[in-house]
Structure formats: C-alpha cells, structure tokens
C-alpha cells in the first residue's frame, strides 16, 4: 500500500492503482489525527475489483499480516532466492513472506492446513461437530489473533475511559 492522500492507493496482484470503493464502509473512514499516532492498515482483503472512473476494490476489509498468512490466498509455497538464507515462503506467487525463525513459517503453513481441512469438515458436515483437535487448533488461532489485536490497539494518552475514546 502506498501512502497518498487520506489512504492512500492500493495495489493487487494485477494492479497497481486502486481504491477502496466508494460503497465500502473503510472508505468513509476518517483518518487518524496525528497525534493519535495510529497506524493506517497495511492490507485489505477484497471481494471484488470493478472499474469505473478508475479501478476500485469492494467489500474491503482490512487485515493484518498473520491473518494474510493464514487466511489469505490460495497458494502458500517455499521460497528460496540464490544468496538468501533467510525462511520465506510465497503466497499466491506476489506476496512473500518472511520469518527469523526457521520454523515459525513452517508451523504457520501447518496450521493453515489444518483450518482448510476444519472448513472442509464443517463444510461437508454443517451439522457434525469438529473433531477435538480441529476445535483446539482453532481456539488456539482465535486466542492468538485476540492477543494480537490487543498489541494492536490503539493507545490513547490520557483516556481513563473507553467511553471517552468512542466520542
């Protein structure tokens, strides 16, 4: 994502100029002020890419990057580059994504299968419970993503109270 304007423009895999739709609830987001020292998101996930005065994506949400990981894409590859001794893998051949620790994206990619393997079950059986350890490693990921958004949070200097933040 580039950063122009309030938000900026987006890019895909095919384009390299576009913008949220003008139906999409982020689009009529206000910008964070400055001294709120809140970053804008970096990802969006889309449903659609339409062209009209120009290219627009929507039914955007935005995302953080461990929720691509796990969710995003279709293709999730290993990545090797001559020279490169760092563990990357690729995701749907555009996004590549990097760790420092040898298994991390190992384990991330294991997941992943597993929470495909999850909804294929509930999928193919809507009313059958999951198997046990389905459950688990989706209560893992949800508690892992709850303390994640909680590192994320906005902090707000001298608001004592949450009510206070909302006005």
């Not at 423009?9 to 949220?20: N, P, V």
């Not at 929507?58 to 929720?67: A, G, H, K, L, V």
Request: with cysteine.
């Amino acid at each position: 994502r580039r950063q122009m304007g309030n938000f900026g423009t987006l890019r895909t895999r095919m384009e390299d100029h576009t913008g949220l739709h003008p139906s999409s609830v982020a689009f009529y987001r206000k910008p964070p002020k400055k001294e709120e020292n809140v970053k804008l998101p970096g990802w969006f996930f889309y449903h659609e890419m339409v062209l009209s005065s120009q290219v627009f994506l929507r039914n955007c949400t935005s995302m953080n990057p461990e929720q691509i990981m796990l969710f995003g894409g279709n293709s999730l590859k290993p990545l090797s580059l001559p020279g490169d001794t760092t563990n990357k893998f690729i995701l749907d051949d555009w996004i590549v994504v990097g760790s420092r620790c040898e298994d991390s994206l190992e384990f991330l990619s294991t997941i992943r299968r597993e929470i495909n393997a999850a909804i294929a079950l509930k999928v193919m059986n809507p009313r059958k419970p999951l198997p046990e350890s389905s459950d688990d490693i989706i209560e893992a990921v949800s508690h892992t993503f709850n303390i994640l958004d909680e590192r994320d949070k906005p902090q707000y200097a001298g608001n004592e109270n949450e009510e206070d933040v909302m006005k």
